[in-house]
């Protein structure tokens, strides 16, 4: 659990001699040059962990062109947690900026808490201040759990590059057994089959039935909701849908806001269908998706009748369709759930 700071008076600070490099975030200046050894020295608090770039870093235009050529991205990045729960790309911009260019879309980081990464401020007035900054954040996140609150959720099917993906508007009072039915409308499943959601070393089901051979636990959710398995930003699930087939969705609370007058359930964007029903999985549907590739007209038609599909789509998302079926969704399950 997120605690507040407490100022220590013996705080020294990290100012930057000439050539250290620092990272500026308002009045919050951070001495890079001496965090980076702090991190290398300790690999057993320090363990580096792959980040998705579009999630750390924007492009932006104040990169230096003639630096960009001699970054190394083998390196990784520092994430630094600037606010309760909110972590800022502080060091490895160029680095960032080089995978986007090359098409790369993960990178390797280390991420460093506030309790970490405070010692390294370069003023004794910047930290009182971040103290007083943070503790006021904190004030507020919590003020916001207690309120009406929604919770944003991403939702993306794994194994497919470009990402399959939704991002939803929920209340985090939604039972789990709605929160499945809601997937399976944004994404475009038909529900014919049977799923779970995956927390750790624990599998959340409608009901359990596989004789003991499982060696995880397992619960029941039938009376538990989102916020019961989803209770801080960038918590993270998995939602597994068609054993068969495994199709594995990563879900994360991106973020939670005062809920106000704000429509929900309701998509807020997107891209790209989600494969048919029974095509294979992952590699089943990229072999259907390349036949596709190399048939038109009556072949492609044929084709796609002898798997029992209509005319299909990959490249197919419309926000508007999908929220018009969650209004007429909602207009039902209302009456079961509010």
């Not at 070393?201 to 916020?227: H, N, S, W």
């Amino acid at each position: 659990m997120l605690k507040r700071l407490k100022t220590d008076k013996n705080f020294k600070p990290c100012p930057a001699e000439d050539g250290e490099e620092v990272y500026a975030n308002g009045i919050f200046k951070f001495n890079i040059s001496k965090m980076i050894p702090y991190i290398q020295n300790n690999p057993d608090v320090f363990t580096p962990e792959t980040v998705v770039v579009n999630e750390i870093y924007t492009t932006s235009p104040h990169i230096n062109e003639d630096h960009l050529d001699s970054v190394d991205i083998s390196k990784p990045v520092i994430l630094a947690e600037i606010s309760p729960d909110q972590y800022n790309l502080i060091d490895g911009n160029h680095r960032a900026e080089k995978a986007i260019r090359l098409g790369i879309n993960e990178l390797r980081a280390y991420r460093l808490i506030a309790s970490q990464h405070i010692q390294f401020l370069t003023h004794k007035e910047s930290y009182e201040k971040y103290i007083d900054y943070w503790n006021d954040q904190l004030k507020q996140q919590v003020g916001t759990f207690a309120k009406d609150t929604l919770y944003h959720m991403h939702i993306v099917l794994m194994g497919f590059e470009p990402y399959i993906w939704r991002m939803v508007q929920v209340k985090p009072e939604m039972p789990l057994a709605f929160f499945h039915r809601l997937i399976q409308k944004v994404m475009g499943w038909q529900d014919l089959h049977l799923h779970h959601f995956i927390k750790g070393d624990t599998f959340y089901a409608p009901r359990l039935d596989d004789g003991g051979r499982c060696t995880m636990k397992q619960v029941d959710y039938t009376d538990l909701t989102i916020k019961d398995i989803l209770t801080k930003q960038n918590d993270r699930i998995i939602y597994e849908y068609d054993f068969g087939d495994g199709w594995e969705h990563e879900i994360w609370l991106e973020k939670i806001v005062p809920a106000g007058k704000k429509e929900h359930p309701v998509c807020l964007k997107g891209r790209i269908h989600c494969p048919p029903e029974d095509c294979g999985g992952v590699w089943g549907y990229m072999d259907l998706l390349e036949e596709l590739s190399k048939l038109d007209g009556a072949e492609r038609k044929l084709y796609l009748e002898d798997r029992f599909m209509d005319d299909f789509d990959p490249e197919h998302f419309d926000k508007d369709e999908i929220n018009q079926q969650l209004k007429e969704w909602k207009a039902v399950w209302l009456n079961k759930w509010k």
